[in-house]
């Protein structure tokens, strides 16, 4: 009888691993896992708008200042919440923005706030050379909606670094105000309306207390 031939062990377990296009395969432990929603009760389309505004069908939102930072239109970024984003969601360790974000809106019809703003949408918008943001103007960890009256572009400053941006520096406010909320120091509701009416009021304690100076 003719022996067939035989792989080294240690070449015929690399076999395996390797996938159909001879890329290594990762480990099911290693993958990106989607998050863990199931449970939470979280109604990802739901939202609770501050004030009734009518989407624009022609740019003409205009973004305001303050202490040298842009702040969104509010008759056309009002701010919304999602109401199912409770304190004890928010809490929960097994929440993620995933469980919500793209949910109620999709980024194709989010970036039409570009055309309300009379912004052009930037190119090569992205790690090093991002400018722009499409920003939830109260975040989804403070429990804000994923819905077109809760989104504006914040772009700028022109030339800054990446860190010196408007929406790294609002970054700073929404995950020091989410932990606030979360360790009981700041009410819920008075964090989402801080938020929404002048984000830069909190800009300068929460660089103080981050240590981000």
């Known amino acids: 009888m003719r022996r067939l031939n035989r792989l080294p062990l240690t070449a015929a377990i690399f076999a395996l691993v390797l996938g159909v296009s001879g890329t290594p395969a990762l480990p099911t432990a290693l993958a990106k896992e989607p998050p863990k929603c ?3 009760k979280i109604d990802p389309k739901a939202s609770k708008e501050f004030s009734k505004v009518t989407l624009p069908e022609k740019p003409q939102c205009q973004v305001r200042v303050s202490n ?43 970036a039409d706030t570009y055309y309300w703003y009379g912004v052009q949408h930037p190119k090569n ?12 103007l109260i975040s989804l960890e403070l429990g804000g909606a994923d819905t077109l009256d ?32 979360r360790d009981g120091l700041i009410d819920l509701e008075a964090a989402q309306k801080g938020i929404a009416f002048n984000w830069t009021q909190y800009l300068d304690v929460a660089k103080k207390e981050t240590g981000k100076q």
Not at 89 to 107: H, M, Q, W, Y
Not at 125 to 136: A, I, P, V, Y
């Open 125 to 136: 918008n992205s790690g090093k050379t991002q400018t722009c943001e499409l920003d939830h």
């Open 38 to 40: 199931e449970g939470l």
């Open 150 to 181: 809760n989104i504006w572009p914040q772009c700028g400053p022109k030339g800054a670094a990446l860190p010196a941006r408007y929406f790294k520096e609002k970054d700073i406010v929404e995950n020091w105000l989410a932990k606030k909320v």
């Open 68 to 110: 040298g930072y842009p702040l969104p239109d509010p008759n056309c970024t009002p701010g919304a919440v999602n109401p199912t984003l409770t304190l004890k969601v928010l809490k929960n360790p097994r929440f993620k923005t995933g469980c919500i974000r793209d949910k109620a809106t999709s980024s194709a019809k989010k």
